[in-house]
């Protein structure tokens, strides 16, 4: 199947206008009825689910994607977001009564669930179809008007985001912009009523930067190391089959893949003997021929992993073949991994798995409060006070004993950062409140000034005193 190779970027001097436009199309009030809500999403899923072989293309083009990896973890959560925000927007979007209180009952105390506005939603290159459509399908739900900005480094899924979008919503409310920095920087510049911004650290505080200049409010879901600690008591096998899939999936290029390993010194070369074992079940002819194996994004990517790959002085154990005329690292284990490694320099964003032996569970645990608070933390045990004293004693955006990534599809749980992995939520019913300002509301009966006369002037003392 064909692909759109050669990204389109829209004319800075449109950005404005289409701005402007989505402004009258929020201002026109169509997207307060829930019914074209509705239809809507509809239309979303539809977008997805007819034009399924193109996505995969596109995907494959972009990332060297295999076509189940694309389904699980891309496409299936497009379509189930959409639709499920389809399935439960009237009881999302339902005026909700104050709780009940004898003082003020009168006066019908509600919350109204209004849409913010006009809203931007800027997304990255590794899961590029499902980090813009899954906060549009919130967005969509809550009733607000929407422009989309994909990356700019996944020119075959960005176009056809751009060729699609048109076809299946309404354009008056809804829009692509594709572009780089320029791009972006104009769409910053503008006043939105939100924005949830997809991406690095760096960009983030650019993005929360230009949008404090209009009391913008932001949701930033960026990265981080995200560390694993494993108990030595716990099924090595199992752990390393979850561990192995959830890293070398998208080739690590996943925001919550598992970072580094944190593991006894002393059962190390255990732990890596099992990962070993899950390395042949993946890869029997090596990753490098496997059509279950993706690839790096670009050659700054690859540059980039292959330069921590090279600085590293801890021992490859398995893997360390790159080829970067395919943009290929191959799934890599480094033992031996110390603090000051340049493994540990970074987020890796790459199929490249330190391990750091540590001498106490202790020891784990410092290391990881000593930095960034990352977007997941896992701990891999069968032991309830171990798995405690790593929660109770860290912090990150998720934490989650005994499987890795899967807490980003499970449905009602939020998906978000905290303090450097970023703020605020997504997913569900958590990107619906994203999009929705809560907006208190009144209405009182004429007769309640019998009880509510002593607030007018004049402030006697016979007033003060009943
Ligand atoms: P990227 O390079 O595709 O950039 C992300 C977006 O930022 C793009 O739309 C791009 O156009 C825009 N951008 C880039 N430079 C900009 C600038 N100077 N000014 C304004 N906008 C700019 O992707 P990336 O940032 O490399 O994405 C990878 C990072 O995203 C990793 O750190 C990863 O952990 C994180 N991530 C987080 C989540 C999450 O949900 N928390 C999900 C996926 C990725």
Redesign the pocket.
């Known amino acids: 199947m064909s692909v759109t190779t050669k990204l389109e970027y829209t004319p800075l001097a449109e950005i404005p206008t289409i701005h402007a436009a989505l402004k009258a199309g929020f201002n026109s009030g169509k997207t307060r009825d829930i019914a074209f809500r509705k239809k809507q999403l509809l239309g979303l899923a539809y977008m997805v689910k007819d034009n399924i072989p193109r996505f995969e293309a596109a995907l494959a083009h972009d990332l060297g994607r295999p076509q189940l990896e694309s389904h699980l973890m891309e496409i299936s959560l497009c379509v189930k977001d959409a639709i499920d925000a389809y399935h439960n927007v009237d009881k999302w979007a339902k005026t909700e009564k104050a709780p009940f209180t004898l003082n003020f009952v009168a006066l019908k105390p509600t919350i109204r669930k209004e849409p913010k506005g006009v809203v931007l939603i800027?997304?990255?290159?590794?899961?590029p179809a499902w980090?813009c459509l899954g906060p549009l399908a919130g967005a969509i739900a809550a009733g607000n008007a929407v422009v989309i900005?994909?990356?700019?480094?996944?020119h075959a899924t960005s176009s056809l985001l751009a060729e699609l979008v048109p076809k299946y919503l309404d354009r008056s409310v809804f829009r692509v912009v594709n572009?780089?920095?320029p791009?972006?920087?104009s769409l910053?510049e503008l006043q939105w009523d939100h924005i949830l911004?997809?991406?690095?650290?760096t960009?983030g505080k650019?993005?929360a930067t230009a949008a404090a200049k209009h009391l913008t409010p932001t949701t930033l879901?960026?990265?981080?190391k995200c560390p694993v600690f494993i108990d030595p008591k716990y099924d090595l096998h199992l752990a390393a089959r979850r561990i192995a899939w959830g890293k070398f999936a998208n080739s690590g290029?996943?925001?919550?893949a598992p970072d580094y390993i944190l593991v006894p010194v002393e059962a190390q070369d255990k732990f890596i003997a099992a990962f070993a074992d899950v390395y042949k079940e993946f890869y029997p002819d090596g990753a490098a021929k496997s059509d279950s194996y993706s690839r790096i994004i670009s050659e700054g990517?690859w540059n980039r992993i292959n330069g921590l790959l090279t600085k590293t002085k801890g021992q490859v154990v398995l893997g360390g073949d790159t080829d970067g005329s395919q943009k290929f690292i191959a799934p890599t284990v480094v033992k031996n991994v110390k603090a000051d490694d340049s493994l540990m320099s970074q987020?890796i964003?790459g199929p490249v798995l330190p391990i750091v032996p540590v001498a106490s569970l202790d020891d784990a645990i410092a290391y990881v409060r000593g930095n960034d608070h990352p977007?997941a933390l896992y701990v891999f045990t069968n032991d309830a006070d171990f798995k405690k004293k790593v929660f109770e004693s860290t912090q990150s955006?998720a934490a989650v004993a005994n499987e890795v990534l899967m807490h980003?599809a499970v449905d009602g749980l939020p998906?978000?950062?905290t303090g450097p992995?970023?703020y605020g939520y997504h997913t569900g019913k958590y990107s619906f409140d994203t999009f929705t300002h809560l907006r208190s509301s009144l209405d009182t009966p004429g007769w309640f000034d019998v009880l509510l006369r002593n607030r007018y002037p004049p402030y006697t003392s016979k007033k003060l005193n009943t």
Do not use: A, D, R, W
Not at 197 to 201: F, K
């Open positions: 800027i997304s990255p290159f590794n899961y980090l900005k994909p990356s700019e480094n996944t572009g780089g920095i791009e972006t920087t910053l911004y997809t991406g690095n650290g960009v650019i993005v879901e960026l990265g981080g290029q996943t925001c919550v990517h987020e964003f977007l955006g980003t998906f978000g950062g992995s970023g």
